[in-house]
């Protein structure tokens, strides 16, 4: 057996749960200024997101031990740091609050708290240089109500004063450099940051408040608009899918008006959907310029572009770049490969030359890493669906000899996002057990264009199975696996696709929801107000369309799931409550079928502990090797 080296010591090449769960970690938010560059770093083995500084060839860590940074503003959080004139200021995991930390010695001075409401949430942080002050998206919940609004706090004394309120939701507020203008993106219920918004602008007056207060695009509808963004010229640029791509638009007088034909001929986003704030997937450069992240063929590929039109593809070695960040001699990005984990990249601006300041394993040798192979089949309707497929690595087939091998096919999540083709330690654990697998980037997915985006309203639940079961067969046909051994899996939106997907009878051997929706109107009842409209767009209205809800909802039609399924929930799960897994495991239950529950009590939406990922990742497999014996 081979033996490969990582920063963790020598792993076998046919990895554990355990290996490939702590191998999970990740960075996010990346910062540069003080001289070297910021980042957040998540640690799957403690569950803490902490702050890291590079300088001078060296990252180091810089948040005690007490101390995680992440925002829950919309639950989904981000935008969680911002650096100040002599350090940070960030959101603190536990109580939400925003504290302040100097750079000067960052042991002997402990961060500080500067706000004290305890009602509120905070993120989107973005420091105002001028006043000495950290805008930022507030989120306040009490008497049954949740508000959202645009605030000011002051670093030292944290006081605090309204900028802007009404508005259903906030995100992105952008500073010019003289701290002159502020933008934003506003949207109101029922629309999603994905589906529409509005551009805002105001200006400063002495007393710090805002006037001039004007929306510069999206008043009309029909337009998603998002990550507002200042020049150093001052020039307003925003990425709109007025046109049906997210694509950079550019402030004129009060209206924002396309890029004079810079991207006429390239019809790609530039964005993910927002699921989170903070994300930056673009950042005007010098003389009018842009470095861009460009979605294509759900690869994510880093671009520079001059104010001429002309191009440059740096990261080449690179499938997915996002979060970026520049200062005068470099470009910065956290970047992933499909052969070696997350890391965090600095690219000279002339050269175009990388090195790697954190992250970058090689965690498998590269003989054993199964690569994404990316496929395009038919759909529903004969429309176009995409995905990746992996195939197993190893000799060690599970079934007879010279069979083909099992399939295990991925639903992503929100289900608005999408599937990249990177090194994922789960994927590969997989496909080092002889099964291949197939990540799908069903219709609705992000990265392919407006349109495919909103192939999901009204018809979630229909659209994403139809291309689920076309990806089988599209791999059936073409030799590569066996369609009577496939089993599928999802978390949230994709453990609702799949049990959908069960329960439409198509097929599968088997399945396994993680933490996922069972039933929509009981989601609807009791969901975050960032979604609360959300089902309404991707399934009807609920008193409308009740049939339709009834229709779709899993938990309904348990008695179509013939297949046994496998059932992971996080007990302060806020999205997915435990009480709808659990239904959901006693209607099945109920009809004789085989089922399997595992419950982390201290897990949310979305599992972060090494040991709770491992565990399920393991007792997931042995489920479906179980049934294929």
């Known amino acids: 057996m081979t033996m490969t080296?990582?920063?963790?010591?020598?792993?076998?090449?046919?990895?554990t749960a355990e290996q490939a769960a702590s191998s999970s970690r990740d960075f996010a938010e990346l910062r540069a200024g003080h001289g070297g560059l910021f980042w957040i770093q998540f640690d799957p083995t403690d569950?803490?997101?902490?702050?890291?500084?590079?300088?001078g060839g060296t990252a180091s860590c810089i948040t005690p031990g007490e101390f995680s940074l992440r925002s829950r503003v919309y639950e989904y959080g981000g935008g969680a740091f911002c650096l100040t004139q002599d350090g940070v200021v960030f959101v603190n995991e536990r109580d939400q609050q925003?504290?302040?930390?100097?750079?000067?010695?960052?042991?002997?001075s402990p961060p500080v708290v500067i706000t004290s409401r305890n009602e509120s949430r905070f993120g989107d942080l973005q420091f105002d240089r001028r006043r000495n002050a950290v805008i930022a998206v507030e989120e306040t919940q009490g008497q049954g109500?949740?508000?959202?609004?645009?605030?000011?706090?002051?670093?030292?004394?944290?006081?605090?004063?309204?900028?802007?309120?009404?508005?259903?939701?906030?995100?992105?507020?952008?500073l010019d450099t003289a701290g002159e203008h502020l933008a934003w993106i506003q949207w109101q219920r029922p629309e999603q940051p994905w589906t529409e918004t509005t551009l805002w602008l105001?200006?400063?007056?002495?007393?710090?408040?805002?006037?001039?207060?004007?929306?510069?695009?999206?008043?009309?509808?029909g337009e998603s608009l998002q990550q507002p963004r200042f020049a150093e010229d001052g020039s307003l640029y925003c990425l709109s899918d007025f046109d049906g791509w997210w694509q950079p638009w550019r402030a004129k007088g009060d209206a924002l008006v396309p890029m004079a034909g810079r991207f006429a001929d390239r019809r790609f986003d530039h964005a993910p959907a927002p699921w989170q704030l903070?994300?930056?997937?673009?950042?005007?450069i010098d003389e009018g310029g842009l470095l861009l992240t460009r979605m294509v063929d759900g690869y994510a590929l880093l671009v520079e572009q001059k104010a001429d039109g002309k191009e440059r593809q740096l990261a080449k070695?690179?499938?997915?770049?996002?979060?970026?960040?520049?200062?005068?001699?470099?470009?910065?990005?956290?970047?992933?490969?499909?052969?070696?984990?997350?890391?965090?990249?600095?690219?000279?601006?002339?050269?175009g030359t990388m090195d790697v300041l954190a992250g970058g394993e090689q965690l498998l040798s590269v003989d054993q890493v199964s690569p994404p192979q990316p496929f395009a089949f038919p759909g529903g309707q004969g429309e176009v669906a995409h995905a990746f497929s992996y195939p197993p690595v190893n000799a060690r087939h599970l079934g007879p000899p010279n069979t083909k091998p099992p399939l295990v096919v991925f639903m992503h999540g929100g289900p608005t996002s999408a599937s990249y083709p990177v090194f994922d330690p789960r994927i590969q654990y997989w496909t080092q057990r002889g099964f291949a697998v197939a990540d799908i980037n069903y219709r609705g997915s992000s990265g392919f264009g407006r349109a495919y985006r909103h192939r999901l309203r009204f018809q979630w639940g229909v659209v994403d199975v139809e291309d689920a079961v076309a990806a089988v067969q599209s791999l059936a046909a073409r030799g590569l696996i066996d369609d009577t051994r496939t089993f599928i899996r999802g978390s949230s939106a994709g453990g609702y696709s799949a049990l959908c997907a069960l329960a439409a009878g198509s097929g599968f051997t088997g399945g396994a929801s993680l933490y996922g929706v069972s039933d929509p109107l009981a989601l609807r009842r009791v969901t975050h107000k960032f979604e609360a409209d959300y089902l309404d767009w991707l399934i009807g209205d609920p008193e409308a369309d009740a049939d339709r809800f009834r229709e779709r909802a899993p938990l309904h039609n348990a008695a179509s799931i013939k297949v046994p399924v496998i059932f992971f929930q996080g007990g302060r799960d806020a999205v997915v409550l435990p009480e709808q897994t659990e239904s959901m495991v006693d209607a099945l239950v109920e009809q004789g079928v085989e089922v399997e529950y595992r419950l982390y009590p201290e897990e949310r939406h979305g599992f972060r502990n090494a040991a709770n990922l491992a565990d399920a990742l393991e007792k997931e497999c042995a489920f479906y090797q179980r049934l294929l014996a």
């Open 5 to 15: 080296e990582t920063p963790y010591g020598f792993w076998p090449s046919d990895w």
């Open 278 to 284: 903070g994300t930056i997937s673009y950042l005007p």
């Open 202 to 221: 105001a200006e400063y007056q002495s007393d710090g408040q805002l006037g001039g207060v004007r929306c510069l695009a999206g008043e009309s509808g």
């Open 145 to 174: 109500r949740v508000e959202h609004r645009l605030v000011s706090i002051q670093v030292h004394d944290g006081q605090r004063s309204v900028l802007a309120e009404g508005a259903d939701f906030y995100a992105s507020p952008a």
């Open 317 to 351: 070695e690179y499938s997915r770049c996002r979060q970026l960040a520049a200062d005068a001699h470099r470009y910065y990005c956290i970047a992933s490969s499909p052969t070696q984990a997350p890391a965090v990249l600095a690219i000279d601006r002339s050269s």
């Open 98 to 108: 925003i504290y302040r930390q100097s750079l000067s010695d960052v042991w002997a």
């Open 47 to 55: 569950g803490r997101c902490t702050l890291w500084y590079w300088l």
